[in-house]
């Protein structure tokens, strides 16, 4: 049994397992669960008075924690779902293993009989130390010691089937892990679902509203892919769930190393642009919109964490500066972008990119947008490098002969277009980061990131101006 318990956790797992319910109970006496999150739920101690309680209520949709020493028989037939945590057998029930994230939450979930680390398929992650971890894990398993990856377990009994069992049964497959999904606003499970080793299929469970409708204009923007073909890019095919989407795995069997921007990036984006673009005024763009909205947002809140209400307030004044030097009525060309273009959401092969996770698409953002995001966050997150060298690879974007083409045939500004991203991408994350209770550490390394690009495009823009002042002075 697990030493502590987040109600996080709880509420995760209970909206994974038992989509829509009314009432969400918790038996803790030994005091295990830690209130970090703010939800309804009630809590017992006696299993004599939850007994009495749950005779009261024979209508209701109930999901249980058990965080006691008894297996609780007499009552699991009279809630939807019971979540048992101590090593006492629970009868006819499902054992999982779990595997926490560094701060002790639940981040993958996979049942105790998986004969292989389906979980694994749910990391796309290609350093070191990741593929240490992998190897490790793999080997536990083949010893018949997956319980060494575990950092605990827990047993689940329903009167139903388990709501993942139509969908094993639809894909044929023979097992399953589920991604807890990343803490935020935009959270959403993932599950993957594998037969004979290979996963198939994912499914994506919205958590929140936020992510509900980042799931929704997922599926939409997928949905109209199956009427563009594409030689250079492949996607996910997609289906509507009742509570998510079905989307099937692009996962090659062979791929490149995918921690660079490479011809192959730049020519499946040159490949997008010729079926999308179109030249668009700055103040017609929804992320014209979005930027100036973000930006409002920021001048008036406070960080709800860790963020320094000094970095907040310099970010939130250079955002300011450089919208100023935007001009509204310039035309440009935009087109489709995937919006989170990054190592981790996609597979590089000889001659195609397999790109997934396309919740952040749209069809009206400003041409190079998506290049641009793969070198910040390479950059920071993959190689941890200083603006310094961001600056550099910038450079080498602009100079890389795909580039240099999609340049001409668009009539593409760089300026204007790395400008447009810094200010949507940064005012963006940074009122939603300033909302996060816990704010992780990447963040911080962001935001640095940015309010050194920030000054330096400034500063470059006070260069300029000064330069053509001083001209004009000499010509008069």
């Known amino acids: ?59 209701k949709k109930i999901v249980l924690f058990n965080y006691s020493n008894t297996s609780l028989d007499s009552i699991k037939n009279k809630v939807s779902i019971l979540f048992h945590f101590h090593s006492t057998p629970l009868k006819d029930s499902s054992h999982f293993y779990f595997i926490n994230n560094p701060d002790g939450r639940i981040r993958w979930v996979s049942p105790a009989n998986n004969k292989t680390p389906t ?67 935009n959270r959403k499970a993932i599950i993957a679902l594998s037969k004979e080793k290979n996963t198939s299929h994912f499914l994506k469970i ?23 073909k594409l030689k250079k890019v492949l996607i996910p095919s997609v289906k509507k769930l009742n509570n998510g989407i079905s989307l099937s795995s692009v996962k090659p069997t062979q791929k490149h190393k995918n921690n660079s921007l490479h011809r192959q990036h730049l020519s499946a984006l040159y490949e997008l642009y010729n079926r999308s673009a179109e030249e668009v005024r700055i103040h017609e763009l929804p992320i014209w919109h979005t930027i100036n909205t973000n930006i409002d947002k920021c001048k008036t809140v406070v960080p709800n964490n860790k963020l320094s209400f000094q ?58 947008f998506d290049a641009f995001h793969y070198i910040f966050q390479t950059s920071i997150l993959v190689d941890k490098v200083d603006f310094q060298e961001i600056k550099k690879r910038l450079l080498n974007l602009k100079q890389m002969p795909t580039c240099e083409a999609i340049i001409q045939e ?44 920030l000054e330096d495009l400034i500063e470059n823009d006070r260069l300029q101006s000064d330069k053509k002042a001083s001209k004009m002075k000499n010509l008069s």
């Open 206 to 228: 919205p958590l929140t509203k936020k992510a509900t409708d980042l799931v929704n204009n997922e599926y939409s923007f997928l949905k109209r892919f199956e009427y563009i």
């Open 119 to 185: 979980f694994l398929n749910l990391y796309n992650s290609s350093g070191t130390k990741a593929k240490v971890y992998k190897s490790l894990v793999k080997t536990a398993y083949i010893l018949g010691k997956k319980q060494w990856c575990a950092s605990g377990s827990f047993q689940v009994y329903s009167k139903k089937s388990l709501f993942i069992s139509q969908y094993i049964q639809e894909y044929q497959a023979d097992s399953y892990a589920i991604f807890t999904g990343t803490n935020g606003p």
């Open 410 to 453: 668009y009539q593409i500004d760089f300026n204007v277009a790395y400008q447009l991203y810094l200010l949507y991408t940064i005012s963006y994350y940074l009122h939603l980061y300033s909302q996060q209770q816990r704010l992780h550490d990447q963040a911080h390394w962001l935001i640095d990131s940015w309010t050194a690009a």
């Open 1 to 59: 049994m697990k030493k502590v318990s987040y109600l996080s956790d709880i509420n995760i797992l209970s909206s994974i397992f038992e989509h829509q319910y009314d009432l969400l109970i918790i038996v803790d006496p030994f005091k295990i669960v830690q209130q970090d999150i703010v939800c309804n739920f009630l809590i017992f101690y006696l299993e004599e008075e939850l007994n009495f309680f749950i005779d009261n209520y024979p209508d």
């Open 311 to 368: 970095k907040h307030a310099k970010l939130c004044k250079l955002l300011l500066t450089s919208r100023s030097k935007i001009l509204p009525h310039k035309q440009i060309n935009v087109g489709i972008a995937h919006g989170d273009f990054t190592p981790w959401n996609m597979y590089v092969t000889d001659d195609k990119l397999h790109l997934y996770d396309w919740e952040m698409a749209s069809n009206k953002y400003p041409l190079l």
